[in-house]
């Protein structure tokens, strides 16, 4: 299961909803989709109900905590069986090619570095951001009620803020992570964070983890993506951005 946020155009407005993505290609808005189904359901009040079981916010799931997190779960499991029968509509389920996707996490309740020192909360980025300085890519852990990390996402430190990836990842992901600029690119296996232990975290907190040594990107890169087994982060290196080391 992966976790996000997106944003897309509905009528004169737009939707911003907590989502997850579906075998076709699709996004499933899992607020309505849950709504829908407490519908067929008989529930009175669906669309209350849902706000508050499957809500439209990966913080607010991350402060409800783990029964949260498992009711996601049953959730898209619900809507992968609708997708399969064809006949899931685009208004609970959109393209991902007409959604705009934010930070997975767009508002942490709190973002800081492994030592302890905070950044500030309200400066999150997320895909396409622009850089100010050498990209620092890391993870970060996504705290939920009790303590525990709910999952992962990609992440780098940048000018007092962050950026996370778009996606969250509920275990601790496999393989390696990349940066690569045009034809250049670095290589650290996950296993490199191995024996790392985590603070007890609050939920919905963003927990920056050290960033590994990599070598740095060559001048004149102009972009470089962020690749993991679950996610390509797109991001522009801004005025500056192509100089200094890789931490």
Known sequence: MRLGTALWPEGPGERRALVAPLPSGRVADLNRIEAVRLQKLGEGDPERLAAVLVPASLRRVLEDGPRALARLRQTLAYAEKWERRGTLPEV????AAAVRFLPCLPRPTRLRRSDGTCLDRLRVAGPGARLDGPPHPTLAAL??????????????????????????????????????????????????????????????????????????????????QLVAPFETLPLVLGEGGQDGTVQ
């Open 92 to 95: 609970l389920a959109p393209e």
């Open 143 to 224: 705290g939920t009620l009790g303590g525990q990390a709910a999952g992962f996402c990609l992440a780098l430190e940048d000018a007092g803020g962050a950026v996370l990836g778009a996606w969250m990842v509920p275990a601790w992901p496999e393989g390696a992570l990349e940066l690569r600029g045009g034809t250049h690119h670095r290589r650290v296996p996950f296993a490199a964070w191995e024996g790392l232990e985590l603070p007890e975290l609050h939920p919905g907190e963003a927990l920056l983890l050290p960033p590994p040594r990599l070598k740095p990107l060559p001048e004149g890169s102009g972009s470089c």
